[in-house]
């Protein structure tokens, strides 16, 4: 099993490695500016990482919160990365994800944010990501996301969103950015999460698609998004959960793909980064270890497949996307 859940800790929050990557509240130092721009989605990786860990974090939940709410944009009831920064769909779900884990939803204006969401969809029934216009199916996924776990999915016009997301599937089964774009894992994850949201996984090739994804698993036992690509931790996530959500999870090797996942922890701070001997980073992190949660690792909490959340809370929510069994 992975070494330490408090070297993950650390590596999440620095503080006892101050010459290593910083993520912690140093918010003068190089790297923390850098990253602003994913600031509210690298929490929402480190923090759900401690989660499934089961690990209390060093920052108060009042923190993480009150740092969220401030990102929520008053005007359009977006929530941007990080104060100053456009809203965008992406980090709105970063953020309503983070305050359903910690059951606070009600510390932000979520009748804007359903608002802005709303304001997002196309007259073909895509999203786009933001005020600046790009369609991509991640966002289709972002909006259904979000509004289910504010219980306002009502808010859109679920059958042409539906509509939209099944032009973008391909011969081979899987999904694209948008209609003709080639299949790609990261967005077939995001079509499948999507159509579980929608309770209609029925529009699947459910064996064509499972075939492509299990095709992923490569020699070293790690999954590449593409074919005759190189293997990456986050295409564990992105593959096993879609072949989860279809029923298909046993079409891997989860023995190969587990001693894969557990080569590209770092052994030093116990977070993993996308192939053995890379330098790890919060979102590689994350989606190893939900990986190692689908293969069924005791240590890890159980995880939702559709939405990249603890199981508990998804439970607690009363939410029931769909799985084929
Ligand atoms: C280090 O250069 C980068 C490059 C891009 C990004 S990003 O645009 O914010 N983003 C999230 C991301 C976060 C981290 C971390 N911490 C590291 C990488 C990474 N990638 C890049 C990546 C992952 N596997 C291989 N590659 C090249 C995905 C990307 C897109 C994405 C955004 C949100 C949700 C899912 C995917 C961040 C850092
Ligand atoms: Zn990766």
Redesign the pocket.
């Given at each position: 099993m992975a070494r330490g859940h408090s070297e993950l800790t650390r590596q999440i929050y620095g503080e006892r490695f101050p010459q290593r990557k910083d993520y912690g509240k140093n918010d003068d130092n190089f790297e923390f500016g850098m990253?602003d721009?994913?600031r509210i989605?690298?929490m929402y990786?480190g923090l759900t990482a401690l989660e499934l860990l089961n690990q209390t974090h060093s920052t108060s939940q009042e923190e993480i919160v009150a740092y969220v709410k401030n990102c929520q944009d008053p005007e359009s009831g977006g929530i941007s990365a990080c104060f100053g920064h456009d809203p965008h769909l992406?980090h709105t779900l970063s953020a309503v994800q983070i305050l359903a884990m910690y059951d606070k939803l009600d510390a932000i204006d979520t009748e804007g944010v359903v608002k802005y969401v709303t304001a997002l969809q196309q007259p073909d029934g895509s999203f786009t990501g933001d005020k600046w216009g790009e369609v991509d199916t991640?966002f289709s996924f972002c909006a259904v996301a979000t509004l289910s776990l504010l219980k306002r999915l009502d808010a859109i016009d679920v059958d042409n969103a539906v509509k939209f997301v099944e032009s973008c599937m391909n011969f081979d089964g899987g999904f694209g950015s948008r209609p003709l774009s080639e299949s790609h894992a990261?967005l077939i994850y995001c079509c499948l999460g999507f159509l579980s949201v929608t309770n209609r996984l029925d529009i699947v090739k459910r064996d064509v698609l499972a075939w492509w994804l299990c095709e992923r698993q490569l020699p070293s036992g790690g999954l590449n998004g593409r074919p005759e690509k190189l293997p990456?931790v986050?295409y564990s996530w992105w593959v096993l959960s879609s072949l989860t959500l279809l029923g298909r999870l046993h079409w891997i090797s989860g023995e190969k793909l587990k001693k894969f996942i557990l080569a590209c922890q770092d052994t030093e701070s116990g977070g993993f980064s996308?192939r053995p001997g890379d330098v790890p980073?919060?979102?590689?992190s994350v989606f190893g270890l939900a990986a190692l949660s689908l293969l069924g690792q005791p240590e890890i909490k159980t995880v939702n497949p559709t939405y990249c959340m603890p199981q508990h809370v998804i439970d607690r929510m009363q939410l029931t996307p769909q799985i084929l069994r």
């Open positions: 990253t721009y994913l989605s690298g990786w992406l991640r990261g990456d986050c996308d980073d919060p979102y590689h």
